[in-house]
T-cell receptor, first 113, second 116 residues
Framework: QQQVKQSPQSLIVQKGGISIINCAYE??????FPWYQQFPGKGPALLIA?????SEKKEGRFTISFNKSAKQFSLHIMDSQPGDSATYFC????????????FGKGTHLIIQP | GAVVSQHPSRVICKSGTSVKIECRSL??????MFWYRQFPKQSLMLMATSNEGSKATYEQGVEKDKFLINHASLTLSTLTVTSAHPEDSSFYIC????????????FGEGSRLTVL
C-alpha cells in the first residue's frame, strides 16, 4: 500500500514558468511533510517542509500548499530555472520525523531554457 | 545546515563478499539514523531505523541478517551488506536526526554499491 502518492511522474516547464507537483497521503497520523530535491548520483536535499497546522509556507521561490481535509499537499516552484531541473520527492512522517520518512515516487522535472 | 557524511561514495565488490558503509553526522549528535535504499529512477525506501546503543528496527521485507546495522555512537552508524549479490546493487542513503530538534532530517550523499 502506497502511503504517499505523487504526481506527475515527469514534468516539463518553460523557463520562468510555475512548476507544480502534487502529493496525497493516506495516514492521518502523519504530521510532517517535507519536499526534497535530488540531483543524479546525490543524496536528497531538503527544500521546504510544512506541518499540518498551517495551510501554506513560502521560502523564496518555493511554496508548499497544504490541504488537511483533502490530505493533499503540493509544491509550487515560481519562476522556474534550468538549474531547478532535478527529481523532486514529497515525503511524510509521524512524530515529527522520528520514525523515518515515507517518500512519494518522485517527479522528474525538466525546465526548458 | 548540518552535514551528514557517507563513506565510501562508490564501492564495487565481488559476489559473496561483505561491504560496510559508514554514515557520520559531522557537526551534530544523532540519536536516530535511518538507512534507505534507492534503485535507479525509483524512490527511496526506508530499510531500517537505528538508535544509538540499541538494536535497529527493520522495515517489513528487509533481511536483518543480510543488512547489519550498528549505531555505536551518537555520530556514527554503519550498514554492512553481508554476502552481497548482484541484486543488492543499489544506492544506499543514510539520514540523521539531530537530538532535541523537531522534524528535519539531514541526508548523506549516498553510497553506490555495485556487486559483480
Amino acid at each position: 500500500q502506497q502511503q504517499v502518492k505523487q504526481s506527475p511522474q515527469s514534468l516539463i516547464v518553460q523557463k520562468g514558468g510555475i512548476s507544480i507537483i502534487n502529493c496525497a497521503y493516506e495516514n492521518t497520523a502523519f504530521d510532517y511533510f517535507p519536499w526534497y530535491q535530488q540531483f543524479p548520483g546525490k543524496g536528497p536535499a531538503l527544500l521546504i517542509a510544512i506541518r499540518p497546522d498551517v495551510s501554506e509556507k513560502k521560502e523564496g521561490r518555493f511554496t508548499i500548499s497544504f490541504n488537511k481535509s483533502a490530505k493533499q499537499f503540493s509544491l509550487h516552484i515560481m519562476d522556474s530555472q534550468p538549474g531547478d531541473s532535478a527529481t523532486y520527492f514529497c515525503a511524510a512522517s509521524r512524530f515529527r520525523g522520528a520514525d523515518g520518512l515515507t517518500f512519494g515516487k518522485g517527479t522528474h522535472l525538466i525546465i526548458q531554457p | 545546515g548540518a552535514v551528514v557524511s557517507q563513506h565510501p561514495s562508490r564501492v564495487i565488490c565481488k559476489s559473496g563478499t561483505s561491504v560496510k558503509i559508514e554514515c557520520r553526522s559531522l557537526d551534530f549528535q544523532a540519536t536516530t539514523m535511518f538507512w534507505y535504499r534507492q534503485f535507479p529512477k525509483q524512490s527511496l525506501m526506508l530499510m531500517a531505523t537505528s538508535n544509538e546503543g540499541s538494536k535497529a528496527t527493520y522495515e517489513q521485507g528487509v533481511e536483518k541478517d543480510k543488512f547489519l546495522i550498528n549505531h555505536a555512537s551518537l555520530t556514527l552508524s554503519t550498514l554492512t551488506v553481508t554476502s552481497a549479490h548482484p541484486e543488492d546493487s543499489s544506492f544506499y542513503i543514510c539520514s540523521a536526526k539531530p537530538a532535541g530538534v523537531g522534524g528535519e532530517l539531514f541526508f548523506g550523499e549516498g553510497s553506490r554499491l555495485t556487486v559483480l
